[in-house]
Protein backbone atom coordinates (compact mmCIF):
# COMPACT_ATOMS: atom_id res chain seq x y z
CA UNK A 1 0.00 0.00 0.00
CA UNK A 2 1.57 3.44 -0.86
CA UNK A 3 0.35 6.68 1.02
CA UNK A 4 0.79 9.96 -0.24
CA UNK A 5 2.05 12.97 2.04
CA UNK A 6 1.54 16.99 1.65
CA UNK A 7 4.22 18.86 2.25
CA UNK A 8 4.00 22.07 4.45
CA UNK A 9 5.05 24.39 1.65
CA UNK A 10 1.93 22.70 -0.41
CA UNK A 11 -0.64 22.81 3.19
CA UNK A 12 0.22 26.32 3.38
CA UNK A 13 -0.07 27.14 -0.31
CA UNK A 14 -3.69 25.85 -0.24
CA UNK A 15 -4.81 27.51 3.20
CA UNK A 16 -3.86 30.82 1.54
CA UNK A 17 -5.43 30.20 -1.71
CA UNK A 18 -8.93 29.27 0.03
CA UNK A 19 -8.20 32.63 2.74
CA UNK A 20 -7.64 34.79 -0.27
CA UNK A 21 -10.65 33.23 -2.11
CA UNK A 22 -12.93 33.90 0.65
CA UNK A 23 -11.47 37.26 1.82
CA UNK A 24 -12.55 38.36 -1.94
CA UNK A 25 -15.87 36.43 -1.89
CA UNK A 26 -16.44 38.73 1.12
CA UNK A 27 -15.23 41.73 -0.30
CA UNK A 28 -17.48 41.29 -3.54
CA UNK A 29 -20.31 40.63 -0.69
CA UNK A 30 -20.36 43.77 0.98
CA UNK A 31 -19.55 45.83 -2.14
CA UNK A 32 -23.31 44.58 -3.31
CA UNK A 33 -24.49 44.92 0.02
CA UNK A 34 -23.30 48.59 -0.09
CA UNK A 35 -25.15 49.03 -3.63
CA UNK A 36 -28.20 47.22 -2.60
CA UNK A 37 -28.00 50.11 0.56
CA UNK A 38 -28.13 53.08 -1.53
CA UNK A 39 -31.74 52.19 -2.67
CA UNK A 40 -33.03 51.99 -0.32
CA UNK A 41 -34.36 55.20 1.69
CA UNK A 42 -33.62 57.96 -0.98
CA UNK A 43 -35.18 60.63 0.87
CA UNK A 44 -33.52 64.13 0.56
CA UNK A 45 -33.56 66.50 3.38
CA UNK A 46 -31.41 69.51 4.59
CA UNK A 47 -30.66 72.65 2.17
CA UNK A 48 -28.40 70.90 0.06
CA UNK A 49 -30.93 68.01 -1.07
CA UNK A 50 -28.42 65.45 0.05
CA UNK A 51 -30.76 62.07 0.15
CA UNK A 52 -30.49 60.05 3.08
CA UNK A 53 -30.13 56.69 2.17
CA UNK A 54 -28.70 53.15 3.88
CA UNK A 55 -25.09 53.85 2.72
CA UNK A 56 -23.55 54.17 6.02
CA UNK A 57 -25.08 51.47 7.22
CA UNK A 58 -23.36 49.14 4.83
CA UNK A 59 -20.22 51.03 4.53
CA UNK A 60 -20.14 50.64 8.41
CA UNK A 61 -21.09 46.64 8.55
CA UNK A 62 -18.49 46.00 6.25
CA UNK A 63 -15.68 47.81 8.12
CA UNK A 64 -16.99 46.33 11.40
CA UNK A 65 -17.44 42.92 10.20
CA UNK A 66 -14.44 41.98 7.82
CA UNK A 67 -11.70 44.59 9.36
CA UNK A 68 -9.96 47.35 8.30
CA UNK A 69 -8.35 46.28 5.19
CA UNK A 70 -11.23 44.28 3.55
CA UNK A 71 -13.46 46.85 4.80
CA UNK A 72 -11.51 49.29 2.45
CA UNK A 73 -11.15 47.02 0.03
CA UNK A 74 -15.53 46.78 -0.53
CA UNK A 75 -16.26 50.40 -0.15
CA UNK A 76 -13.43 51.09 -3.07
CA UNK A 77 -15.00 48.32 -5.23
CA UNK A 78 -18.54 50.17 -4.45
CA UNK A 79 -17.04 53.45 -5.51
CA UNK A 80 -15.46 51.94 -8.66
CA UNK A 81 -18.62 50.59 -9.88
CA UNK A 82 -20.79 53.59 -9.76
CA UNK A 83 -17.63 55.29 -11.20
CA UNK A 84 -17.56 53.32 -14.10
CA UNK A 85 -21.28 53.56 -14.55
CA UNK A 86 -23.28 51.30 -12.84
CA UNK A 87 -26.68 53.33 -10.90
CA UNK A 88 -25.06 52.64 -7.66
CA UNK A 89 -24.70 55.74 -5.85
CA UNK A 90 -28.19 57.54 -4.12
CA UNK A 91 -31.00 58.45 -6.68
CA UNK A 92 -29.71 55.77 -8.97
CA UNK A 93 -26.68 57.37 -10.20
CA UNK A 94 -23.82 57.05 -11.75
CA UNK A 95 -20.40 58.37 -13.11
CA UNK A 96 -17.71 60.33 -12.45
CA UNK A 97 -19.71 63.64 -12.42
CA UNK A 98 -20.82 62.48 -8.68
CA UNK A 99 -17.44 62.58 -6.88
CA UNK A 100 -17.60 66.31 -7.92
CA UNK A 101 -21.65 66.88 -6.46
CA UNK A 102 -22.90 68.04 -3.09
CA UNK A 103 -22.36 64.91 -1.84
CA UNK A 104 -19.11 64.37 -2.76
CA UNK A 105 -17.33 64.43 0.40
CA UNK A 106 -18.97 61.89 2.04
CA UNK A 107 -18.75 59.44 -0.95
CA UNK A 108 -15.27 60.47 -0.42
CA UNK A 109 -15.26 59.49 2.75
CA UNK A 110 -16.68 55.79 2.60
CA UNK A 111 -13.46 53.70 2.30
CA UNK A 112 -11.98 55.87 5.31
CA UNK A 113 -14.93 55.11 7.26
CA UNK A 114 -14.66 51.66 6.51
CA UNK A 115 -10.88 51.20 7.60
CA UNK A 116 -11.38 52.86 10.76
CA UNK A 117 -14.55 51.36 11.67
CA UNK A 118 -12.92 48.09 11.09
CA UNK A 119 -9.34 49.07 12.85
CA UNK A 120 -11.26 50.60 16.21
CA UNK A 121 -13.82 47.71 16.32
CA UNK A 122 -10.75 45.51 15.49
CA UNK A 123 -9.35 46.34 18.87
CA UNK A 124 -12.20 45.54 20.84
CA UNK A 125 -14.43 42.62 18.92
CA UNK A 126 -12.68 39.53 20.58
CA UNK A 127 -12.22 41.10 23.95
CA UNK A 128 -15.56 42.01 25.13
CA UNK A 129 -18.21 40.31 26.81
CA UNK A 130 -22.03 40.89 27.70
CA UNK A 131 -21.17 44.78 26.34
CA UNK A 132 -19.86 43.66 23.72
CA UNK A 133 -22.32 45.51 21.34
CA UNK A 134 -22.18 48.59 23.40
CA UNK A 135 -18.15 48.75 23.07
CA UNK A 136 -18.34 48.09 19.13
CA UNK A 137 -21.50 51.18 18.91
CA UNK A 138 -18.55 53.11 20.91
CA UNK A 139 -15.48 52.51 18.58
CA UNK A 140 -18.20 53.15 15.04
CA UNK A 141 -18.66 56.49 16.28
CA UNK A 142 -15.41 58.13 15.24
CA UNK A 143 -16.36 56.78 11.69
CA UNK A 144 -19.56 58.34 11.74
CA UNK A 145 -18.20 61.56 12.85
CA UNK A 146 -15.33 61.36 9.98
CA UNK A 147 -18.15 60.61 7.96
CA UNK A 148 -19.68 64.04 8.44
CA UNK A 149 -16.91 66.16 8.50
CA UNK A 150 -15.89 65.01 5.39
CA UNK A 151 -19.02 65.33 4.23
CA UNK A 152 -19.49 68.77 5.66
CA UNK A 153 -16.02 69.99 3.83
CA UNK A 154 -17.45 68.53 0.32
CA UNK A 155 -20.81 70.37 0.76
CA UNK A 156 -18.51 73.72 1.78
CA UNK A 157 -16.62 73.51 -1.56
CA UNK A 158 -18.79 72.86 -3.97
CA UNK A 159 -21.83 74.70 -2.95
CA UNK A 160 -19.15 77.81 -1.86
CA UNK A 161 -21.08 78.12 2.08
CA UNK A 162 -20.10 79.00 4.97
CA UNK A 163 -18.80 76.24 7.50
CA UNK A 164 -21.73 77.06 9.62
CA UNK A 165 -24.44 76.71 6.73
CA UNK A 166 -22.75 73.30 5.62
CA UNK A 167 -22.98 72.06 9.18
CA UNK A 168 -26.37 73.06 9.28
CA UNK A 169 -27.40 70.91 6.41
CA UNK A 170 -25.91 68.03 7.78
CA UNK A 171 -27.36 68.11 11.39
CA UNK A 172 -30.63 66.11 9.97
CA UNK A 173 -28.21 62.52 8.99
CA UNK A 174 -26.83 62.52 12.61
CA UNK A 175 -30.02 60.90 14.14
CA UNK A 176 -30.61 58.19 11.11
CA UNK A 177 -26.69 57.62 11.27
CA UNK A 178 -26.93 57.13 15.07
CA UNK A 179 -29.93 54.34 14.81
CA UNK A 180 -27.53 52.34 11.82
CA UNK A 181 -24.39 52.40 14.00
CA UNK A 182 -26.27 51.36 16.92
CA UNK A 183 -27.79 48.73 13.93
CA UNK A 184 -24.16 48.34 13.07
CA UNK A 185 -23.10 47.10 16.45
CA UNK A 186 -25.52 44.92 17.02
CA UNK A 187 -24.85 42.55 14.07
CA UNK A 188 -21.55 43.25 14.08
CA UNK A 189 -21.51 41.79 17.40
CA UNK A 190 -23.53 38.71 17.42
CA UNK A 191 -21.17 38.06 13.96
CA UNK A 192 -18.01 38.09 15.53
CA UNK A 193 -19.64 35.98 19.00
CA UNK A 194 -20.65 33.19 16.29
CA UNK A 195 -17.31 33.80 13.87
CA UNK A 196 -14.78 34.57 16.35
CA UNK A 197 -11.86 33.66 13.66
CA UNK A 198 -13.27 36.06 10.78
CA UNK A 199 -10.97 39.23 12.03
CA UNK A 200 -8.05 36.63 12.81
CA UNK A 201 -6.55 36.95 8.98
CA UNK A 202 -4.51 33.51 8.22
CA UNK A 203 -0.84 33.65 8.69
CA UNK A 204 1.44 31.30 6.86
CA UNK A 205 5.50 31.37 6.66
CA UNK A 206 7.25 33.59 4.23
Known amino acids: MTTT ?10 VRHRSTTTDLALVAAFAALIAA ?11 AGVEITLQTFGILLAG ?42 YLWSFPLVALLAGL ?20 LLPAVALNHVLGVAG ?6 VSWATAWAWDAPFWAGDLLKAALVALVAAEVHRAFPQLLRRRRTRP
Open 5 to 14: STSPDSHEAS
Open 37 to 47: SAYLGGIPVGG
Open 64 to 105: AVLGPLRGFQAAGIYLVLGAVGLPVFAGHTSGLGVFTGISAG
Open 120 to 139: LVGLVARRTGAARALVVFAC
Open 155 to 160: MKVQAD
